[in-house]
């Protein structure tokens, strides 16, 4: 006598694909195992069949050695499943390859274009000598290095994969990834193998991230939204023109193009109408005074926008970007505009407040959120009228800034913030 199948089973499968689309939300954090058990454990078949569900849950590694174990745990055919993924790339994991810890591997002299090899050596010949106190633990590295070099055309020498190499594979198993996070941490000193403390070169740096965001986007190129924290602002946006199917740019707006080149590489993005600038506190590592940003006669001049975030995430100096010219830039996407944010924690000047909330009274938005710290009087002002008409849940919430927040900015007490949302859909604020 055969054994029935599971109730569950027995509901049409149209009906069982909609309540795994109802547990495993594209949008949300990981499941508790106990969600993932509970439905894994009626047989084999509801296993399969949730398979797709379960890996297209954003999924975030805190280094990038994570990714790498897990993408060798996984086979191909599920690996191509893996929609949206978060990584933070340390310092140390690149570092290995020029310290005192040789990675011995055979390189071609004429590696294959884009492969592991191809990049391995892009990176090896890009990177500068280090700094390093005392001479006497510098000249040993130095010698370490070059014996590396040497070593790179020996064949049958095999060995551990460098950084470079394992990136390369991890991300050509997930080349169908559509949302791609990356954080650049980027110490300013670390030690080596016990040695004294050693000053990382800003031009490795930067070499290793510009070669990073290359090589995934010849190896992800249905990537769509890329959010790029901790760059250097030395990077070039070179990097950008083979993200073909990008939409959505998230990064601190830094680059060392001229503007005129720049422009041209974010037009040349033929899908991209969705960009977030995101300023935090520059460290000296990550900041120069030799690169440039995006400037609103950039903005303007960009293919039509739909989205525009600005987060001015630093209380020491006004943004560069929230200015009078912004708002000029902004109506140059009125057609198009329908969701903006924008959050700045240093206090703004009375008229550029003013300004924002002419145009956004006078915009097409049906999504906004206005994080600002604005000037007291400015309390008594109605800002719900402001709202434009697609707008129909309306919030407008201010708040004295706390002490804590403007301690060592004596001006701040004389400051409110400004919290003010609005959405076409009828959310609860």
Same mark, same amino acid.
Request: aromatic letters at 10%; a neutral charge; charged letters at 20%.
């Given at each position: 006598?055969?054994? &029935?199948?599971?109730?569950? $089973?027995?509901?049409?499968?149209? /009906?069982?694909?909609?309540?795994?689309?109802?547990?495993?939300?594209?949008?949300?954090?990981? &499941?508790?195992?106990?969600? $993932?058990?509970? /439905? %894994?454990?009626?047989?084999?078949?509801?296993?399969?069949?949730?398979?797709?569900?379960?890996?297209?849950?954003?999924?975030?590694?805190?280094?990038?050695?994570?990714?790498?174990?897990?993408?060798?745990?996984?086979?191909?055919?599920?690996?191509?499943?893996?929609? #949206?993924?978060?990584?933070?790339?340390?310092?140390?994991?690149?570092?290995?390859?020029?310290? !005192?810890?040789?990675?011995?591997?055979?390189?071609?002299?004429?590696?294959?274009?884009?492969?592991?090899?191809?990049?391995?050596?892009?990176?090896?010949?890009?990177?500068?000598?280090?700094?390093?106190?005392?001479?006497?633990?510098?000249?040993?590295?130095?010698?370490?290095?070059?014996?590396?070099?040497?070593?790179?055309?020996?064949?049958?020498?095999?060995?551990?994969?460098? %950084?470079?190499?394992?990136?390369? #594979? %991890?991300?050509?198993? !997930?080349?169908?990834?559509?949302?791609?996070?990356?954080?650049?941490?980027?110490?300013?000193?670390?030690?080596?193998?016990?040695?004294?403390?050693?000053?990382?070169?800003?031009?490795?740096?930067?070499?290793?991230?510009?070669?990073?965001? #290359?090589?995934?986007?010849?190896?992800?190129?249905?990537?769509?939204?890329?959010?790029?924290?901790?760059?250097?602002?030395?990077?070039?946006?070179?990097?950008?023109?083979?993200?073909?199917?990008?939409?959505?740019?998230? +990064?601190?707006?830094?680059?060392?193009?001229? !503007?005129?080149?720049?422009?041209?590489?974010?037009?040349?993005?033929?899908?991209?109408?969705?960009?977030? $600038?995101?300023?935090?506190?520059?460290?000296?590592?990550?900041?120069?005074?030799?690169?440039?940003?995006?400037?609103?006669?950039?903005? %303007?001049?960009?293919?039509?926008?739909?989205?525009?975030?600005?987060?001015?995430?630093?209380?020491?100096?006004?943004?560069? *970007?929230?200015? #009078?010219?912004?708002?000029?830039?902004?109506?140059?996407?009125?057609?198009?505009?329908?969701?903006?944010?924008?959050?700045?924690?240093?206090? *703004?000047?009375?008229?550029?407040?003013?300004?924002?909330?002419?145009?956004?009274?006078?915009?097409?938005?049906?999504?906004?959120?206005?994080?600002?710290?604005?000037?007291?009087? +400015?309390?008594? !002002?109605?800002?719900?009228?402001?709202?434009?008409?697609?707008?129909?849940?309306?919030?407008?919430?201010?708040?004295?800034?706390? &002490?804590?927040?403007?301690?060592?900015? &004596?001006?701040?007490?004389?400051?409110? *913030?400004?919290?003010?949302?609005?959405?076409?859909?009828?959310?609860?604020?």
């Amino acid at each position: 006598m055969s054994i &029935p199948p599971p109730t569950f $089973l027995t509901l049409p499968l149209e /009906i069982r694909l909609q309540i795994y689309a109802n547990l495993y939300p594209s949008l949300c954090l990981r &499941p508790p195992p106990s969600l $993932l058990s509970g /439905i %894994a454990s009626v047989c084999w078949q509801t296993r399969q069949e949730i398979l797709p569900f379960v890996l297209q849950v954003p999924r975030y590694f805190w280094t990038v050695e994570r990714l790498w174990d897990w993408t060798l745990q996984g086979e191909q055919r599920n690996l191509e499943l893996v929609s #949206e993924i978060s990584v933070t790339f340390m310092e140390e994991s690149f570092s290995k390859i020029w310290t !005192l810890e040789q990675v011995r591997k055979a390189i071609d002299d004429d590696p294959v274009p884009y492969s592991g090899q191809w990049w391995e050596l892009a990176y090896l010949m890009g990177l500068q000598p280090e700094i390093f106190k005392p001479a006497a633990v510098r000249r040993p590295l130095i010698k370490a290095f070059m014996t590396h070099v040497k070593s790179m055309n020996k064949k049958n020498n095999k060995g551990p994969k460098s %950084a470079v190499v394992s990136t390369w #594979e %991890a991300f050509t198993l !997930l080349s169908n990834l559509r949302s791609l996070g990356i954080t650049f941490e980027n110490p300013l000193r670390y030690a080596t193998e016990g040695n004294p403390i050693s000053y990382p070169h800003l031009l490795n740096a930067v070499h290793k991230q510009q070669i990073i965001l #290359e090589m995934i986007s010849r190896t992800c190129p249905m990537i769509q939204t890329l959010i790029i924290s901790r760059s250097s602002g030395l990077l070039d946006l070179s990097y950008l023109t083979e993200y073909h199917n990008l939409k959505h740019l998230n +990064f601190n707006g830094r680059f060392k193009n001229s !503007l005129e080149s720049a422009l041209q590489i974010l037009r040349g993005l033929g899908h991209l109408d969705s960009l977030t $600038l995101m300023h935090f506190p520059q460290t000296p590592i990550i900041s120069s005074t030799k690169a440039s940003s995006i400037t609103p006669d950039i903005i %303007a001049k960009m293919n039509p926008l739909r989205s525009l975030s600005l987060l001015h995430l630093t209380i020491e100096r006004p943004t560069e *970007v929230f200015t #009078e010219s912004l708002l000029q830039a902004l109506a140059c996407h009125n057609d198009s505009l329908r969701t903006l944010l924008i959050h700045v924690v240093h206090c *703004v000047d009375g008229d550029l407040f003013q300004g924002l909330l002419n145009f956004i009274s006078k915009s097409r938005i049906t999504d906004l959120t206005i994080l600002l710290r604005i000037p007291k009087h +400015f309390g008594s !002002l109605d800002v719900k009228s402001y709202f434009p008409d697609a707008i129909q849940k309306r919030h407008v919430d201010f708040v004295e800034a706390k &002490p804590t927040a403007w301690q060592n900015f &004596p001006q701040m007490s004389e400051v409110l *913030v400004l919290d003010m949302r609005g959405s076409s859909c009828g959310l609860n604020y």
